[in-house]
């Protein structure tokens, strides 16, 4: 299985500042079709997990620009500026490539 | 608007069977993929498998192949999750997902005697 290692556990972040969360797989997640299939979600408090980016950089309907995904081959990342109140909670990084699908640990975004 | 809307949670022996279904919505069900995910207690995310949009195939995590089965009824729009055997590290909130982006609301499943 493609492992996710996801990086920081933890975020203590500011109001309105910026942060980033490493993701990295264990292997390329360079389909045969030459597509990544590497997507990030946001699991606020109560609710179902909701997507962010797919294919590593686009951002989804409705998501606004203060999220951007970058990365290819094994290393990605998901950038996060002009934190608000809303962007609380735990992301997961989750590759749709290589049966059986993976996902990160996750990592919790707090407030400091 | 697409909506999944999982049930047949509860609390269950260890050793039991289960079925859970996904009623979906507000698109044609017979024209995608569905999918199978659970989260832990501990928040650990764990794709259990998919099926084909006709229910003619259907992928599994290895660890789950043996005690899970994935079927859908189209006429009814409706996803399955059978579940045999179950264990105390089955302990879960199941979703429903078509695609990335869409996902049900989850039900919970607790193993316990």
């Known amino acids: 299985d493609v492992v996710m290692t996801q990086t920081p556990v933890s975020l203590s972040v500011s109001l309105g500042g910026q942060t980033s969360i490493s993701c990295r797989s264990s292997?390329?997640?360079?389909?045969?079709?030459?597509?990544?299939?590497l997507y990030w979600y946001l699991q606020k408090p109560g609710q179902s997990p909701q997507l962010l980016i797919y294919?590593?950089?686009n951002r989804f309907s409705g998501v606004p620009d203060r999220f951007s995904g970058s990365g290819s081959g094994t290393d990605f990342t998901l950038k996060i500026s002009r934190v608000e109140p809303e962007d609380l909670g735990v992301y997961y990084c989750?590759?749709?490539?290589?049966?059986?699908?993976?996902f990160g640990a996750g990592t919790k975004l707090e407030l400091k | 608007e697409v909506q999944l809307v999982e049930s047949g949670g509860g609390l269950v022996q260890p050793g039991a069977s289960l079925k859970l279904s996904c009623v979906a919505s507000?698109?044609?069900?017979?024209?995608?993929?569905m999918s199978w995910v659970r989260q832990t207690p501990g928040k650990t995310m764990e794709w259990i498998g998919d099926?084909?949009?006709?229910?003619?195939?259907?992928n599994y995590a290895p660890s789950l192949k043996n005690r899970f089965t994935i079927s859908r009824d189209n006429a009814k729009s409706t996803l399955y999750l059978q579940m045999s055997n179950v264990r105390s590290e089955d302990t879960a909130t199941y979703y429903c997902?078509?695609?990335?982006?869409?996902w049900g609301q989850g039900t919970l499943v607790t193993v316990s005697s």
């Open positions: 997902t078509r695609g990335r982006p869409y």
């Open positions: 507000g698109f044609t069900f017979s024209d995608y993929w």
């Open positions: 294919k590593v950089s």
């Open positions: 099926i084909k949009y006709d229910g003619s195939y259907t």
């Open positions: 292997q390329s997640l360079v389909h045969s079709d030459g597509n990544t299939y």
């Open positions: 989750y590759q749709g490539t290589h049966y059986p699908y993976t």
